[in-house]
């Protein structure tokens, strides 16, 4: 009987194990399998519903739920109600105001009557609108233009008059003979050109009925911004580059006809370009340019020119500027702006003073590598933490100064900078408060892989409010007395939570998004480790073990995209189906390291800019340090090792089999860069300069170089209609490897995916193929 027991036991017990096997045909649905997590979270204006976009019963996509207190589960949103949640509002100068622009027309949202108001329309769009200082003032921009609203005077009043239209040509000439022979010959010619001017004159002392019209036909006008007192609107100009871009081919079409693409330009030199900062001073009718060249730093050369014997002794010129959006205090007291050099080394934050046309400096970073980190703007027509408090004196911004970015706010009548946080962690995105006398940060002061929620007072006293490990995403209420919270921790994916506004406060959950399939299985939580690299630093990964039972020696290394990008983390990883993939090796015996190497995001600037001139360096260094704790700590067969990765990853990957050809038994790379002088302007620039002015960093930094070094198990798979990384990239290096005769690689191509893949069967196939790579080349 005993034995029967045992029996019917173990049949249990190994038919739930069955039960709970992994399948990459399941898994790689994403989050069709795991569950659709709620997106997009958001308050009602007077603070008595939550809405967020979800997709619970897995439809074609999300739609916009609603929740408020007393309600058991989310509701479906009416579609009027939806679309209305989603509008972008500003709060009025009365609490129960809110102004909003819709279908072009202004409108008023009165949150004590619930009722809308259409305030303004006309023909032309307003596209923007800003609220004045003075109450009932409103500034409509309507096809590049402002034209301010004075609701108690009932007046309408064009403020500018700036055209795309091609400037008249005026004929000043005096070399046409015709002309001129005329005026010599005839009284009547010279009489009325002599009325004519006389008109003019008249004219001209007449009080103007419409600002003056400026002529913008030839360069592109962007970043406008009003004066809260309608004084001036300042703007930025810049002439586009006339660059060629990359084409790409469709081929599954729904015609039959291939389709050709443009996809994006290349990193150039020829991509910089000149923008000047403008300023129209509404009392004079006119515009004028501020001249920044006396910026500190602006004439200072990069370093690596001394490389270069043709750059060596290049004759010192101001660099080419990105001028940002000018932000203004409340009643336009003070200005400032954000300027970041086309060379990507150095980034001021400059007060205006617009009436003089002066600037003071108010800080400056300067990085031999590139400007960047949480809350600074890393490249052209990004936009960083800048502002003013309630007090209109303050300016808060964030620097990397120490190495970390933190917040930091300057006086303008004193000139004192003063930090608020510090330390070697990073503030990573800020808020203010309604009364503008404080912050509601998120940061990762506890773990490099937290996202933590805290209070930080305008001297720098910081408040925990949210800080278990894990990631907080927080909506505050109007009120600010709640908090709407999307949660998650390394094995439980994105959920909605409700939690008060209060020291170390409790979530209570909203949503409930995790499918019955995916719960079924006890997924494991990584173990979040750090370890020292070659040179010293701390580098962090997280590592998935096998059941002893099953261990097999063998390891596979994942190497995460992106570059700038964190996984080894506390939160639900966006690389889901990667997640559970690492899950399924796992349970097949091989452990799994996944590495946050060097230019991964979330710990500072040393490690955000270890790749500068040489990607393939310290990035790959760190994932051969990785496979020696492998060996070291987990007991791994040196010789059964693999590597892959996506993007990034698998640019890496490529780098690994390429210039360490021993290091790694097989290797599959995924949609990979192969020569970075092929991949777009911003991101590359940035990390190695510009292929003109520093060959020897894109050389060294792209795997096509080091076809000829191929030694062991690459396979590469790659989507045909990918317009990031083109399929065009590894079609280029699969010639490479044609004409080297090397024969122990594959490629896998996908006609209808892009660089992040859409269908399941496609997934499917991908990593079925990657699978098979790793059980034929690591298993003993």
């Known amino acids: 009987m005993r034995k029967h027991i045992l029996a019917t036991f173990l049949i249990l017990q190994l038919g739930a194990l069955k039960a709970q096997e992994l399948k990459l045909s399941e898994i790689m649905k994403g989050e069709a399998f795991v569950g659709y997590s709620p997106e997009n979270h958001r308050w009602s204006l007077d603070g008595k519903k939550v809405y967020f976009e979800w997709n619970p019963n897995k439809e074609w996509g999300s739609s916009t739920y609603f929740w408020q207190n007393g309600m058991k589960a989310p509701q479906l949103a009416q579609p009027e109600e939806a679309y209305f949640s989603k509008l972008r509002f500003q709060k009025g100068w009365d609490a129960h105001q809110y102004y909003y622009v819709d279908k072009g027309a202004l409108w008023k949202y009165d949150t004590q009557t619930q009722q809308k108001l259409k305030l303004f329309q006309q023909i032309d769009p307003i596209t923007s609108v800003t609220l004045g200082a003075t109450k009932g003032v409103f500034y409509l921009e309507q096809k590049g233009n402002f034209v301010e609203w004075n609701t108690h005077k009932g007046t309408l009043t064009s403020i500018t008059n700036f055209s795309k239209a091609k400037e008249p040509s ?39 009925l419409t600002p003056k019209t400026f002529y913008f036909n030839k360069e592109q006008q962007v970043n406008l911004a009003i004066h809260p007192k309608g004084l001036f609107v300042t703007f930025s100009t810049y002439k586009e580059p006339e660059v060629p871009t990359e084409q790409m081919e469709v081929f599954i079409t729904a015609t039959g006809y291939n389709v050709s693409k443009d996809t994006k330009e290349k990193v150039s030199v020829k991509n910089v370009f000149s923008m000047k900062y403008g300023i129209y001073d509404v009392s004079r009718d006119t515009i004028y340019y501020m001249d920044f060249s006396s910026l500190k730093g602006v004439n200072q050369a990069p370093a690596y020119f001394q490389e270069y014997e043709t750059l060596k002794n290049k004759k010192e010129a101001p660099k080419e500027l990105y001028i940002d959006e000018t932000v203004f205090s409340a009643t336009g007291t003070y200005a400032v ?21 002066t600037f003071t400096t108010i800080d400056h970073q300067h990085d031999e590598a590139w400007i960047g980190g949480p809350g600074i703007p890393s490249y052209a027509f990004a936009s960083g933490t800048l502002g003013f408090l309630g007090d209109e004196t303050t300016v808060f911004y964030q620097s990397e100064q120490t190495g970390y970015s933190h917040l930091y706010v300057y006086n303008m009548k004193t000139k004192i900078t003063q930090a608020l946080t510090s330390g070697s962690w990073e503030v990573r995105k800020v808020e203010l408060n309604a009364a503008k006398t404080a912050f509601y940060i998120t940061a990762n002061k506890n773990h490099p892989g937290n996202r933590e929620f805290y209070q930080l007072s305008a001297t720098g006293i910081l408040t925990p409010i949210l800080t278990k490990a894990g990631a907080y995403e927080v909506v505050l209420s ?58 010293g630093k701390t580098v962090y990964a997280r590592v998935y073990q096998p059941n002893t039972a099953v261990k097999n020696g063998a390891a596979v290394i994942f190497v995460h995209g992106a570059g700038y990008l964190q996984n080894a983390h506390n939160f639900w990883s966006s690389y889901l189906r990667e997640y559970m993939f690492h899950n399924l090796l796992a349970d097949k015996g091989y452990t799994v390291l996944d590495i946050d190497y060097r230019a991964s995001d979330g710990y500072g600037r040393d490690h955000r800019t270890g790749i500068y001139r040489f990607m393939g360096g310290k990035d790959l260094t760190d994932q051969l340090d990785g496979k020696n704790v492998l060996i070291s700590k987990y007991g791994i067969d040196p010789q059964r090792v693999g590597i892959y990765g996506g993007s990034y990853g698998g640019f890496i990957t490529l780098m690994a089999l ?63 209609v990918d317009d990031n990384v083109e399929y065009k990239d590894i079609i280029r290096l699969s010639q490479r490897f044609i004409e080297l005769g090397k ?6 191509s996908y006609p209808v995916e892009a660089h992040g893949f859409k269908e399941t069967y496609s997934w499917v196939d991908e990593y079925s193929r990657i699978l098979e790579h790793f059980e034929t080349y690591l298993k003993k």
């Open 170 to 208: 005026k004929d000043t000439s005096e070399s046409d003979f015709l002309k001129n022979q005329q005026k010599e010959l005839f009284q009547f010619v010279k009489d009325q050109d002599k009325k004519k001017k006389w008109q003019e004159e008249k004219n001209a002392a007449l009080p103007k």
């Open 337 to 357: 702006l954000s300027i970041r050099s086309m060379d990507n080394k150095d980034r001021w934050i400059v007060a205006v003073q617009l009436k003089e046309n």
């Open 478 to 535: 109007p009120d600010e007395k709640r908090l709407l919270v999307r949660y998650s921790y390394a094995n439980q994916p994105w959920e909605l939570a409700m939690a008060s506004n209060k020291a170390y406060a409790q979530l209570t959950p909203i949503t409930q998004s995790m499918t019955p399939e995916f719960k079924a299985y006890a997924w494991r939580l990584p173990e979040v480790l750090s370890f020292s690299a070659r040179d």
């Open 658 to 720: 390429l210039t360490e050809p021993d290091a790694f038994k097989a290797g599959a790379a995924l949609r990979s860069v192969t020569d970075w002088a092929h991949y777009n302007h911003g991101y590359t620039g940035n990390i190695l300069n510009f292929p003109e002015t520093d060959p020897v960093a894109y050389q060294r930094s792209s795997p096509i170089y080091f076809a000829e070094n191929l030694k062991n198990h690459l396979l590469m798979l790659h989507g045909m």
């Open 743 to 748: 024969k122990n690689w594959s490629l896998a």
